[in-house]
């Protein structure tokens, strides 16, 4: 059906789509008329809706938003902290683009230069949320230090472009020194602990982290479930279809009130950390059901050539089957951080103070409170959240595209 | 060497792996305990009895019921979410999917908005979305609105008309089953003629026009058994008619829409998973399109979509512990309470874990069946 449409546009007047694809028949006269109005009233509404909100409230706050209670004078260590993570960034994209072309030149095939359509194309919301955000702030100061940023991270995209072929594992080294040095900085010599951080910062984190810790997890609970050894194999089950049964919010309650039941006296971690252990746990759990898939998708001939050829239990787990696993499993991967993304809201159930807290709290604020600006906050996180979620989504899907899972 | 054997390697590394588990299962419980007794907290279930000390608003129940009662009391709320909320998301979900393959352009694109910005954002931001941003500006109970007539709409509970049962209802429900059973035969006998002449059978004709000719017959017979009930708002309460809290209301229609993107694109995938060859040998035998869905790509798409649907299902029953957030008294909310008024929690944690596990345990191992029977028969 939508193919037929395509064609019918490209070759036909603007007319015959129309009529192809609007008034075919009375039924779809119908739907046309209802769903029209339905977007004309959409519309309308949004249109009042701008007209009308307080956004206030947001520019207000626009800074608890964005990193919570973290100490204003020590801001200077998150533009730091977060230029790192743009360079680091940079860096990677940077190397393996240059590797792929590289790899195009040698096969001489043509090389397509940078086309930064193709980027706004890619990554629209994120530059949409960009501007929005800027554009709520009071002072220009945002502003300079975001360009400062973008001009790092494309330097460091370039610096990675241009780098030799015998440099690019360094850059990768070097990458992941830089993100090591991005949280260092909002720690060491006076920083603050993660327990102080907040708002959209600690979401980011908190998620990227309970992914990173998640997925050794899950790694292992997925070759143990897969492991020819019974008692391991049940272990692993009993573990993952546990913690698949019950909700998060459950596991971030026994975080918040039973841990400290659990370990030694006189231990008691911040509560930032005890989430991150039931995140932790909890997103191993499905990471682990994500990788028995990519495990399942490695054929047997492989396991079976590496043994042949006198390779040992852990070495052809380790070479053969695990790499062509994870590949296949990096889609998956970035769905659970989707949803670990938007799960780390819950954490406002538990009273830390992330992103969606702090739209809770702005409304209790004395100038604020009473006024039903809910209405303005809500949508405002929301459009955070669905940003974020929105591209990553669809960067998946180009991933996907490219590793050609689904299509062997 | 007999340690170098395999066998010997094989037991050695499970005993090695399950008493490592143990050990560690055994350290924390050791910790527990020992926690427990120094602050004075038993480490056994028997508070289960004592009284709760929790107000659930809205319900009738007493603060100095049990605390065994007010988790029963959670897991009937949330049961309440989940009979309503499944069949509800469930037709928005394959209507929506349906939508966005539309031949309409406008309808698909409709489809697509409605997937792509609710299946972005998280189910609790919805929830408050609806809670506070639609639900509580709506006037409070006394100044409650009464649109059309029929329906009572305030920020603390919304009332609908319902049916309640009156003299003879009982008898009437029972010729109902009956005549749905005696359809049900009609049906076969149907089929079967059909089956053996080949004339056509109009079974649903047959039989539906059967089970109304019964239903509004006894129904006169009997002298109206039901009788509608109009919701009407009386000392600060919405009587007669059928009434929801607002935090129900909220958690209900945010889950189910959030569900709903979910199963749209679940919807969306299995019709377009359907191989093509098989609508093309539908038209090439010149079926209607009627036809071609009915009996080629629908039965087909419907056991690819089966096991993910059930999968959303769970998804849901598990963020209706949601509803904590908006002071819905499911049973989340409830061993949250309880855990405030100072019972102990990891015992209260453990029971709803325990109760999420029982209904996570039952929906898949009802997956399990359904996968099992409805499989192909491959070679």
Redesign the interface.
Known sequence: ??SR?TSTRRRGPALLWVQE??F?TWL?TL??LI??G??LFAGVALVRFFLHAQFQIIVTNLTLFMVGRFPRELLWRVWVSNSLIVAAIGLAAGASRGSAKAGLEEAGLPVGGSRPREVVQRFWPILLLILVLLSLSRTWVPTGLTIVMGVTGLGAFACGVVLPASRRNWSFFVAVLMLVSAFAVLVVLGGKGWDSWGGLHLTVVVSALGILFAFPLGVLFAVGRRS?????RF?SVWYI??V????L??LL??GM??L??????GLNPGSVTRVLIAITLFSGAYVAENVRGGLQAVPKGQMEAALALGMGTWTTQRRIVLPQALRAVIPALVGQF?SLF??T??L??VGILEL?SVSKIVNAQPSFFGQ?L??VT??F??LI??VG??TM?RESRRIEGRLGVGER | MWWRDVGTLRIVAQVVAVAAAFAFLGYLYRNLVTNLRAQGIGTGFEFLARPAGVNVAGSGFEASQPVRSVILLGVKNTLALVIVGVPVLTVVGVVVGIARLSSNWLVRKAASVYVETLRNIPPLLVILIAFNAVLLPLPTIDNALHPLGVLVVSNRELGVPWLVPREGSGLYLLVLTVALVLAAGIWVWRTRRFDSTGAPHHRVLWSSAFLVGVGIGAYFLIGTPFQVSLPEVRDRIVVGGMAARASYVAVLVALAMYTASHVAEITRGSILAVPKGQTEAANALALTRFQRLRFVVLPQAFRIAIPPMINQFLNFTKNTSLGIAVGYAEVTLVTFQAIGNGYPAPQMILILMGVYLVFSLTISALVNILNRRLQFVTR
Do not use: C, Q
Request: charged share 10%; net charge positive; hydrophobic share 50%.
């Open positions: 059906m939508a449409t694809n609007l075919s779809n739907f046309t769903f029209g339905l977007f020819s050894l019974p008692a391991i272990l279809e546990f698949r049964g019950v909700p919010i459950t309650l026994m009130f039973a400290r039941f659990l370990l030694p006296r989707i938007k799960d809201s819950l406002s159930i969606l039903g809910a209405s809500l949508p996180v929301g959240y669905w979620s929105y989504s």
